[in-house]
C-alpha cells in the first residue's frame, strides 16, 4: 500500500496528540489536526515545525500505511501512552485548539529549555529551566462559586459572582449522573460550556460545535480542568469546575483566547459516555449474508472469523452490520474510538486484533491514518454498532506483504464503534 499517509505517532502523530507536527526530543508543543490549523488563519502563530522523532522511537498501531520494525503477531504496537505535559510555550497556540466542538488540548515532551546568547569571550551561560505551579488539590467547594442553571445535554448559563475567586480548584456536582462510573484512562466524551471568570467573557464550548470532546481520563492529554475533573463521577453527570491558572493554561495565558496569566476559568462539564480500555458493544447480533465470513463473538476476545469455502476475493469494499448502534453517525474528520479484529478472507486466519491488548484503538477518520477500507467503510456507520469489512486489496495494502499478511491479500475485519468525537485520534 501507499505510504503517502503516516500512521498516527509516525511522522507527526500520536495517539492522543493529534497533529500534524510531532515534538522534538528537547522542546515541548500542542499538536493540531491539520483540518483545525487551516481554520486557525488570523488566531495566532503556530510554533514553528519540530523534527520528526527517530525510527526507534514511532510507535505503531494497527490499520496505518505505515510501518516500522514489526514487533508483534501482526506487527502493529498497541496506542502509545499518553506525553508530557503542560509547558512554558501554551500561551501562543492554544488559541488553535478552540474551535466548532471544543478545546483539544493535546501535549507532548517535556518543557523548552533554551540557552542565553554567547556574550564576547564569554561562554554561553544555560538559563535556568522554567518551573511551574503543581496542579491545586481539587476540592468540592469554595467561598464563592458561579452560578449555574440549564439541563444536562445543552449549553450552560453562567453567571458570574461580583466576587473575585479565590484561586480553589473545585470540582463539584450540579447533577448526578446514574451511569458508569469514569476510571482514569477510561475513554469519555464530555460536552462543556466555559467562561473566564477574571475577565467575564465567555469562551467558546463544545456545544457551538455540536459534538463533544473525546479523550482519556487523567491521561495528561488535557488541560486538568477537563482531563482530571471527569474521573470518579457518573455518566450522566454535570459537573461545575473552576480552574486557576495551575489547572488551566499556567502562567503563560493564551492572548488568542484572551486568557491572560492569572486568569481563572468556569467549566461546565456534562459526561456523555466513558469506556474502558477492554469495553465491546452489546445488542442483538445480526447475521451476515452468505458470502460474508461467519463471525463468532468471544465477549471481550478476539473474535473467531471463518472463511467462506472457495470465496472468490472481492473486488469492491463490502460490509455488513453485525449489531445495530443506536448512536448518531460517524463522520469525516472526527476521531472514532473501536475494538477491531482482523483475519485473512482467504483462510480467516487472525493477524491482530485490539481485544488481544485489552486496550482501544482511536483513529481520525478521512485523515490517511489507517487503510483506505476503515475510512470508507465506518464514516457513515452509527456509533455502537458492530460493522464487518471485506477490504479488497486495492483499499488495504496492495502488493505489500506484512508479517501474517501476504501480498495483494483480501482482508476480513469486525470492528466495534464504541464512540466518537473531537479529538482522540492519531
Known sequence: MSEK??????AGTA?????PG?????????????????????????PAAPAAPKEDEQPQVFASTKRRQEISEAGYNENPPGVGRLGVILGTVLALLLIGSGVTLYLANKPDSKSN??????????????????????????????????EFGKKATIELPKEASDGTFVVKELIPGTGAKVDKSNWVTADFTAM??????EIQGSYEGGKPQLFQ???????????AAVTGHKVGTRLLVVAPPAAAFRDQGSQGMGVGPTDNLVFVIDIRNANAQDAVVSGDVIAPPSDFPKVKDNGKKAAEITPVPGAADPTELKSAVLIQGKGRKVETGEGVLVQYTGALFKDGKKFDSSLDRGQAFTFVTGGGNVIEGWDKGLVGQTIGSRVELVIPAALAYKDQAKEGIPANSTLVFVVDILDAGVGGGS
Open 5 to 10: 499517509a503516516s500512521s498516527p505517532g509516525e
Open 15 to 19: 495517539n492522543g496528540a493529534v497533529g
Open 22 to 46: 510531532a515534538a522534538s526530543p528537547d522542546r515541548e508543543s500542542i499538536v493540531v489536526p491539520p483540518s483545525i490549523l487551516a481554520q486557525q488563519a488570523g488566531w495566532g502563530q503556530a
Open 117 to 150: 546568547a554567547a556574550k564576547p569571550d564569554s561562554a554561553p551561560t544555560a538559563a535556568p529551566t522554567p518551573t511551574e505551579a503543581p496542579v491545586p488539590p481539587i476540592k468540592d467547594s469554595a467561598k464563592v462559586l458561579p452560578t449555574v442553571t440549564g
Open 196 to 201: 473566564n471568570w477574571s475577565t467575564g467573557k
Open 217 to 227: 481520563a487523567d491521561g495528561g492529554q488535557l488541560i486538568p480542568a477537563l482531563d
